[in-house]
């Protein structure tokens, strides 16, 4: 099978990537999920994986922000809505999607690290595949204000510095 790989405009390609949300994450799933009830940025850029009849198989979300760490005004790349349809699970798409990624961010080489968020049932995914825990305190804003993000656990990737511990403050919406 021939896979495509595209990194493309994260509101111009919502309509490709919407049907995959639509199947795995459906309303009463998210309902019981540890982040129901969160509002998420939407995606900068997304990278798609499409088979020949250009359906999406896998899909991972880019965020870049300007965010604080310790009071200190850093960059940082969010990866979130990394998701594969369940039928393709298990043939590397997601680690396809999630290498291309990162090569987009070190060939723009203006991130230091990057940050997403995961549930403990997928942590050993992301650390096989070197991401580390960061064992801080992460805020973020909601539509309430500012809360302590707390729902998922957060993950960090070096791109050139990564730090692991201290106060983030994602001066936005979580992704
Ligand atoms: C988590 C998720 C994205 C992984 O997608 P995927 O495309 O199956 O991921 P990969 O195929 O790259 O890797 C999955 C496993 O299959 C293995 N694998 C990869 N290619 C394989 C192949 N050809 N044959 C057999 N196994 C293979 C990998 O080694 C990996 O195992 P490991 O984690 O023990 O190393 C997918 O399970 C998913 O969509 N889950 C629901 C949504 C979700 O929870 N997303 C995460 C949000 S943080």
Known sequence: ????????????????????????????????????????ARAELRVLLQNEAEEVLCHVGLHRRDITWNGHKIRVAGIGGVLTREDARRHGYASIALNAAIQTLKDEGSTPFALLFCEPHNAPFYMARGWKPFDGEIHVDQPQGRIRFEAMAPYVYDLKRAPQKGVIDLCGLPW
């Open 1 to 40: 099978m021939t896979i495509e790989v595209e990194v493309l405009n994260g509101d111009a390609s919502w309509p490709l990537a919407k049907p995959l949300f639509d199947a795995i994450w459906p309303p009463e799933v998210v309902a019981k999920l540890p982040w129901a009830g969160i509002v998420f």
